[in-house]
């Protein structure tokens, strides 16, 4: 290893080996080196730009960066630990390839400044990924839905039977989640999308640069307008991960639904071959394991979340080396929902089966129209809570005597009460149920149908 000195005259001795490890970044932030160089070719234009240096001198550092770029993507560039951070290591090799300029790329500028900008960058490139991915998920969820207006599935609360639902009600509700979590990143994107760059160290510079230049450059929508909050501030990647967090939230309640599905005591779905794993013993197991991953990674995700937040709640005015922490979280939550979005994407689209015959079985077996019958008499004028109580004794005596509500003899409906008609088979019957969920926003097919046409339109939102 040649002893190249990064710091200062002040500097006597190299920093003890552990040390050197310990505070290096290299490792992890190496990530972010395409938008470090496309960051400092921004401030090396803006330097020639505002005459720092020269309208030469600008091109040479932009075209050295360039290649370090081209140098990269042909995986010809690996810096070691000794060169800290991606940003020296920018740095130094560029000094290798046009010699003694190099070192003025680093006028007006600070490595704070610099990686605050370069996370925004990379930040921004992944919340257009993770939106578009949004998209496909909400796609194939209308996909299915539109196949299955009709199809029914019990619905739950307190995961005890409650009333029925259009299948495609049931799924259009993962869509509109999703669609918060499209609109959410858009919000976080307008706070990610303002440049740092020119905050300097912590105060600015003496230097007459122009920042409104760089950040055009850049497409950044704006500047920052204190430079003491342009380098400390990291409440962009908070707000980051906590859309993130909502994202796999919403991942891992579908991920538990189709664990439970699957299940044989559910069996709503059938998991195909390519998206389901076996024992290693038991030969019968069939395995939910890609929900279950989602359901398992959304942990490290909140984690993450915590993490961020818990840097910087202590920390004092202005960039303090704890914010390097910030990166690897930030890095691993991307990941982590990009990974997760694309497999329930493909889980959904091939992966799961409904098993339309068991649904309309499991939905016709229940007392999951007994509201039904309470609407029935209150809609002939009994008041409702004595129709609930009217038919919360026929549930009981039903339940006893082994029988369902649509067993029950016309007879023994008007002993219940004299205003039961020959149509109460008909109000009772599960396809009926849904339909006459007809409210603005419930299940009734026709609610759902006009849902998955407004749905269709918010897809098309910018
Ligand atoms: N690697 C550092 C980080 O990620 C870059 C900024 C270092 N700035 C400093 N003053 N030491 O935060």
């Given amino acids: 290893m040649t002893k190249q000195q990064t710091w200062s005259q002040r500097f006597e001795s190299a920093l003890h080996p552990a040390i050197a490890l310990f505070n290096a970044s290299i490792n992890f932030d190496i990530e972010l080196i395409e938008y470090d160089l496309t960051g400092s070719q921004a401030h090396a234009k803006m330097l020639a730009h505002t005459g720092i240096i020269s309208q030469e001198e600008g091109e040479q550092l932009v075209a050295g960066l360039e290649q370090i770029r081209q140098e990269y993507r042909q995986d010809k560039f690996h810096p070691g630990i000794e060169a800290e951070d991606v940003h020296f290591a920018v740095e130094r090799r560029l000094v290798e390839i046009v010699g003694n300029l190099g070192k003025k790329l680093h006028t007006a500028r600070s490595r704070n400044d610099q990686v605050g900008t370069d996370t925004r960058l990379y930040l921004r490139d992944q919340i257009q990924q993770i939106r578009n991915q949004l998209r496909q998920f909400q796609q194939v969820l209308l996909d299915i839905a539109e196949k299955n207006v009709e199809t029914l599935i019990p619905g739950y609360t307190h995961l005890q039977r409650a009333q029925p639902l259009s299948l495609a009600h049931h799924l259009l509700a993962y869509f509109h989640m999703a669609q918060r979590d499209w609109e959410r990143l858009g919000d976080v994107f307008g706070r990610v999308n303002i440049s740092p760059l020119g905050c300097g160290a912590l105060a600015g510079t003496t230097f007459p640069i122009d920042r409104h230049y760089t950040a055009k450059l850049l497409d950044f929508e704006g ?33 538990e639904e189709v664990i439970l599905w699957a299940s044989e005591e559910f069996s709503f779905v059938t998991l195909k071959d390519s998206c389901a794993t076996g024992s290693s013993i038991m030969p019968q197991k069939k395995n939910p394991d890609v929900p279950e991953l989602v359901r398992g990674k959304t942990g490290r995700v909140f984690g993450h979340l915590q993490a961020m937040l818990v840097m910087m709640k202590g920390l004092p005015l202005a960039y303090n080396k704890d914010l390097q922490e910030d990166k690897e979280g930030l890095f691993d939550s991307v990941v982590t929902v990009k990974a997760c979005l694309e497999a329930m994407t493909i889980l959904l689209q091939e992966g799961l089966e409904f098993r339309t015959q068991r649904l309309a079985e499991a939905v016709a077996e229940d007392f999951s129209n007994a509201t039904d019958v309470a609407d029935y008499l209150a809609a002939r004028g009994v008041p409702f809570r004595e129709a609930y109580n009217l038919v919360g004794k026929v549930v009981k005596t039903s339940i006893s005597a082994g029988k369902l509500l649509k067993d029950l003899s016309l007879e023994e409906w008007q002993q219940l009460h004299p205003v039961f008609a020959e149509d109460i088979y008909q109000a009772i019957l599960p396809q009926q149920v849904v339909a006459a969920r007809n409210s603005y926003g419930g299940t009734g097919f026709a609610q759902v149908k006009g849902a998955l046409l407004s749905a269709r339109d918010q897809m098309t939102a910018k």
């Fill in 223 to 255: 500047v920052y307008a204190n430079s003491l909050d342009g380098v400390s501030d990291r409440d962009f990647a908070i707000e980051f991960l906590c859309a993130a967090s909502l994202i796999m939230v919403h991942l891992s309640r579908l991920s």
